[in-house]
């Protein structure tokens, strides 16, 4: 039984791995920056954010480049994997329709797809460590951070592919809602706590994550326990439900596309 | 062994809801929900019972659209049914054609590797595979070759043989073969690729084929189904069965 169990992971995983390296590879194909193009977005962003960071009370945070760096990929993160995942089912819908093979691989190939750029963008943001005389070893606190973070973000991908199938344009809605919550995370300001995207701050998960990566990153400082307490939270319900609304609606993949 | 029972199909029903709806778009799924419409439905499948045992070669013929796939997809677990259950003694592989993971931006080696892990096969497994695939193909000279590069027959070429060496690799007890007869290619590799599929009929526990190929099932079936508007019609002998359906209206107009 237990046997079984560990084949079925392996094999989720072989196949999401097969998958992403795919895509990864279409992605770049006839691309000379290749996977410099994964970093141009969040540098390009970073600059623009930093010349930018005088007018948006930036010189009052505390090694702002890497505060405001930190922040744009781990949202980075966040946005394209859950993008990505709204018409993920709908992409390969004639292996679905011809094969039984499992579901689950095809939203853990966008994950790892998406983490394998958040490496890249992890390695520059290292170099700025360096640069900005923060001790870059830091960084290896943030591969368990990162983990949970990765289960958090795969839990709304698991939502958001599950939806794809039954309503098409989830990917615009979706693509308006994290604007929306890219200006209400603060990733290139500080937030009071008595202001409005202060209070608004406990329910966005994506924040509580950049916070604790902040403070243990950059600062190599012990986040807020509260603050860690409802981030593992966060990442086991949202993975929880994901998964399980997942395999409610799997059944009717094949029929709907 | 002869008598075991290797699929259990029971009292299987299977409707499909035609939507009215004119897009799938969210602005459209309340508009829809609030005029509350009713959905348009099909009976696919209706008490659907039969048993497979050890060794049997099922057919399953009928008209388009009389529900043969449908069965196929609901056996090898791509659908679920209604009602009803499918039992089986053993893993199952389905094919309805041979293109399963194919991509044409990718080079041959890349596409049997991306095919051999949807198949659920791991890349060391493939590595030892490749030399026979590459070999039944005969494209060896093509393997870091981009596939949209290749001709309509070396595409085929590729496909079946990855396929199938796969297929053979996994040794599956059922193999539900869904309207794959027809290879193409050219006819040396018509030919390999015939021979293969009987050894592959041959050598399984289980085999159901969907076709339309009546001498094809006369061949290759101990039993038929002949399916019906969703509808077990008859089951049974395979030439008396092909004759009464051959002998059916249907073919009077052909």
New interface residues.
């Given amino acids: 039984m237990r046997n079984k169990f560990l084949d079925n992971i392996k094999n989720i995983l072989q196949l999401s791995y097969s998958l992403s390296k795919t895509n990864f590879k279409l992605r770049n194909e006839k691309s000379y920056l290749g996977i410099f193009w994964y970093l141009l977005e969040p540098l390009s962003f970073f600059i623009t954010l930093y010349a930018l960071g005088s007018f948006l009370g930036g010189d009052n945070i505390e090694k702002f480049p890497l505060y405001l760096f930190l922040g744009i990929i781990m949202f980075n993160f966040f946005s394209s994997c859950t993008m990505a995942s709204c018409n993920i089912i709908e992409a390969n819908a004639g292996f679905i329709k011809s094969l039984n093979i499992s579901k689950t691989p095809f939203v853990f190939s966008v994950l790892f797809q998406y983490s394998f750029s958040h490496f890249f963008e992890i390695f520059i943001f290292c170099i700025f460590m360096f640069l900005l005389g923060s001790n870059p070893l830091l960084i290896l606190l943030y591969v368990p951070i990162f983990l949970v973070y990765f289960f958090m973000v795969a839990g709304i991908c698991f939502v958001l592919s599950a939806v794809g199938v039954f309503v098409s344009d989830i990917s615009n809605v979706w693509n308006i809602f994290s604007r929306i919550l890219w200006f209400l995370t603060p990733i290139f300001y500080f937030a009071p706590k008595d202001s409005f995207v202060g209070m608004i701050n406990p329910i966005n998960p994506v924040y509580y994550f950049i916070y604790i990566a902040r403070e243990i990153c950059i600062y190599g400082r012990i986040p807020s326990l509260m603050y860690v307490i409802v981030g593992l939270f966060s990442a086991l319900i949202s993975f929880s439900f994901g998964l399980i609304l997942f395999n409610i609606f799997k059944f009717k993949f094949a029929e709907k596309l | 062994m002869k008598n075991n029972i290797i699929i259990r199909v029971s009292n299987v029903s299977k409707k499909?809801t035609v939507d009215c709806k004119e897009?799938?778009?969210?602005l459209h799924?309340i508009i829809y929900f609030l005029k509350k419409k009713s959905n348009k439905e099909i009976i696919a499948l209706s008490d659907i019972n039969f048993k497979v045992f050890n060794g049997d070669t099922l057919a399953i013929l009928g008209d388009n659209g009389s529900g043969k796939s449908t069965l196929l997809?609901i056996i090898?677990?791509?659908?679920?049914p209604d009602s009803g259950y499918v039992k089986l003694s053993g893993d199952?592989i389905?094919l309805?054609?041979f293109?399963?993971?194919m991509?044409p931006?990718?080079t041959m080696k890349?596409n049997i590797?991306?095919m051999g892990?949807?198949?659920?096969i791991?890349?060391r497994n493939v590595r030892l595979l490749i030399g026979d695939i590459v070999k039944f193909s005969g494209l060896q000279e093509f393997m870091d070759v981009k596939v949209y590069q290749f001709s309509s027959g070396m595409i085929i070429r590729l496909l079946f043989s990855s396929t199938i060496t796969f297929v053979e690799f996994k040794k599956p007890k059922i193999i539900i073969l869904d309207e794959v007869f027809n290879a193409g290619g050219d006819l040396d590799f018509q030919k390999k690729a015939i021979e293969k599929m009987n050894q592959l009929i041959k050598n399984n526990i289980c085999v159901i084929i969907a076709s339309h190929d009546l001498s094809l099932i006369r061949n290759y079936a101990n039993k038929v189904i002949w399916l019906k508007g969703g509808k077990i019609f008859k089951i049974g002998d395979p030439d008396k069965i092909t004759k009464e359906y051959e002998n059916s209206n249907h073919f009077i107009y052909r």
């Fill in positions: 499909f897009s799938k778009s969210i799924n997809k090898s677990k791509i659908y679920y199952c389905y309805n054609g293109g399963h993971g991509n931006r990718l890349e590797f991306l892990s949807l198949m659920g791991d890349s």
